[in-house]
C-alpha cells in the first residue's frame, strides 16, 4: 500500500519518469508482475485510481505507447466504467480506438462509457449525427451516472452539449453543458 500511495503521489505530481522508476527499481511490491498489481486502487486526489492507469499514464508519457496500450486494454476489459482508461485510449491509439469502442460496446450494450467515448471520437472526425445517436444512446443507458466519482459524472450530458453547439445549438449547448 506504501507503494501505491508513492506511484499515486508521483503520479499527482506529474512526475512519469518516477512512476516508471518506482516500478522498476522499488523491491517490496507483493506481486511478481504488473498483472497482478494493474487492478489495485489508490486514491488521487478526489477519485480512486487504477496502478494499471498510473502505470499506463507514465508508459504513455515516456513515449511508451506499445507497452502502454495492453494495459489500458486490460483496464477496460476490467472496469468498462473507467473514464481514464478511455481517454488514455484515444490518446495512445487514435487509429485503432473507434474499433476498440465498437467492440466494448457489443460486449456490454448496457454500459454507457464506451458510447460516450465513441461519441466524442465521432465529433473529432466530423460525424455530430453519429456522434449524438451515441450521446443520446449512453443517456438512455444511465442519466443519472450514478456510479461516477467527481468530475466524472454527467459526462454524456457535457459531450452531448459539445455536439448540439457544433451543430449551431448554442441554447441547449448551454443547457446541458450546465
Not at 21 to 38: I, S, T, V
Not at 45 to 67: C, F, I, K, M, Q
Not at 135 to 154: K, W
Request: proline share 6%.
Amino acid at each position: 500500500p506504501i507503494l501505491c500511495k508513492l506511484l499515486a503521489l508521483y503520479h499527482e505530481a506529474n512526475r512519469p519518469a518516477d512512476v516508471l522508476a518506482l516500478l522498476d527499481q522499488a523491491p517490496f511490491w507483493g506481486a511478481k508482475d504488473l498483472k497482478e498489481l494493474c487492478m489495485e486502487t489508490v486514491q488521487v486526489g478526489d477519485n480512486s485510481e487504477y496502478v494499471g492507469y498510473l502505470t499506463a499514464s507514465a508508459l504513455a508519457s515516456a513515449g511508451r505507447t506499445t507497452e502502454a496500450l495492453p494495459i489500458v486494454e486490460e483496464l477496460l476489459e476490467n472496469s468498462g466504467s473507467y473514464d481514464p482508461a478511455y481517454e488514455l485510449l484515444i490518446q495512445i491509439a487514435p487509429d485503432t480506438a473507434m474499433a476498440k469502442l465498437d467492440e466494448l460496446i457489443a460486449r456490454d450494450p448496457f454500459e454507457e462509457r464506451p458510447l460516450i467515448w465513441k461519441a466524442k471520437q465521432l465529433v473529432k472526425s466530423g460525424n455530430l449525427e453519429e456522434a449524438e445517436k451515441c450521446a443520446r444512446q449512453a443517456i438512455a443507458i444511465d442519466p443519472t451516472d450514478g456510479e461516477q466519482g467527481p468530475s466524472r459524472r454527467l459526462r454524456a450530458y457535457a459531450t452531448l452539449g459539445e455536439i448540439r453547439e457544433a451543430r449551431g445549438d448554442k441554447k441547449e449547448a448551454d443547457f446541458l453543458k450546465g
